[in-house]
């Protein structure tokens, strides 16, 4: 087994959170090779030394350690199958981290193709937002075998700041729609309370400095409720993909048996503000479809 500090890290995925972790790890000495569908997204980081590789295929051979954090499962299942995905062309040994917000059903079968080929997978999705990737406070919620964890986990501590086991291949998926679950209609809370202050006259930022300190505080009321007072609606999570997100989590729970209500909800509330043009928004422009009824 190679020594950490002199793997080669491959990274497919430099969007509004993936840059920022990529910035971490050069940071920090590591030699990391970027793949991402539009070149210019990686051109900061290229200038500061990562290495670009033209395809997925020419990434994975030239890397010992590969991160995938992309968009949809579909996206997923297209960087690691077929005949130029990392599945066919990762060497025995390889660690396979993917860290997008996918398919609790694909992580278990990236694991299972990753082990019959003798390569050692994770699914490993974040939360935290632009804010934790670049702060390295990321929330990492892992799932797959516990000795692959232990050798990476120097890289994950340089990411996040919280990195839990949470089982088996699919884990880590589960948990992270349980995390988005309790975002959806948190969401809806913080948003409400936000449409009702300024209809009873007071100072946003004087009731958030208030009530984000007590029993109402939450992440998103901290960090997101300031942006939306400020009119800022720039994505640290864009609403397209919470909406996949929601949509993962609402087919889960369907095969589960179980009834969400409230995240049921939450979606139909971000697929109204989807059409009305805030895909590519941040999340806390829900708040825009209260302010427009």
């Known amino acids: 087994m190679k020594e950490l500090k002199n793997a080669r890290i491959g990274w497919i995925g430099t969007g509004v959170m993936g840059k920022s972790m990529v910035n971490r790890l050069l940071d920090e000495g590591y030699q990391v090779n970027v793949y991402t569908r539009t070149p210019s997204k990686a051109e900061e980081l290229i200038e500061k030394g990562a290495h670009w590789q033209d395809n997925v295929r020419s990434l994975t051979m030239e890397s010992d350690i590969i991160f995938t954090m992309v968009g949809y499962p579909s996206d997923v299942e297209g960087v690691y199958y077929g005949e130029n995905g990392i599945l066919e062309h990762a060497a025995a040994g390889t660690y396979l981290i993917d860290l997008t917000t996918s398919s609790p059903d694909l992580a278990k079968k990236i694991n299972q193709t990753a082990g019959e ?11 935290g937002g632009d804010v934790g990737a670049k702060q390295g406070t990321l ?4 799932g797959g075998e516990e000795k692959a964890l232990e050798y990476i986990q120097p890289i994950l501590n340089i990411l996040g700041d919280q ?3 949470q089982g088996p291949a ?9 995390n988005q679950i309790a975002i959806a209609s948190n969401m809806m809370g913080v948003s409400e309370a936000l ?9 946003p930022s004087t009731v958030l400095e208030s009530i984000s300190g007590g029993a109402a ?10 942006r939306v007072i400020k009119g800022d609606l720039e994505p640290g999570f864009y609403i397209k993909h919470f909406i996949k997100d929601m ?11 179980i009834d969400l209500p409230g995240l049921k909800l939450a979606k139909q509330l971000y697929d109204r503000i989807s059409a009305d043009g805030y895909a590519n928004s941040g999340t806390q422009a ?8």
């Not at 949509?247 to 048996?257: G, R, T």
């Not at 829900?286 to 009824?293: A, V």
């Open 117 to 127: 080929r003798g390569s050692l997978a994770l699914d490993a999705p974040v939360s």
């Open 139 to 142: 929330s990492i919620m892992v």
């Open 163 to 165: 990195i839990v086991l």
């Open 170 to 178: 699919g884990a880590g998926q589960f948990t992270k729609m349980c």
């Open 195 to 203: 449409i009702y202050a300024e209809a009873a006259g007071l100072d």
């Open 217 to 226: 505080g939450s992440w998103s009321l901290s960090n997101l409720t300031p």
């Open 247 to 257: 949509k993962i989590a609402i087919e889960s729970a369907e095969k589960m048996e």
């Open 286 to 293: 829900l708040y825009q479809y209260y302010r427009t009824k």
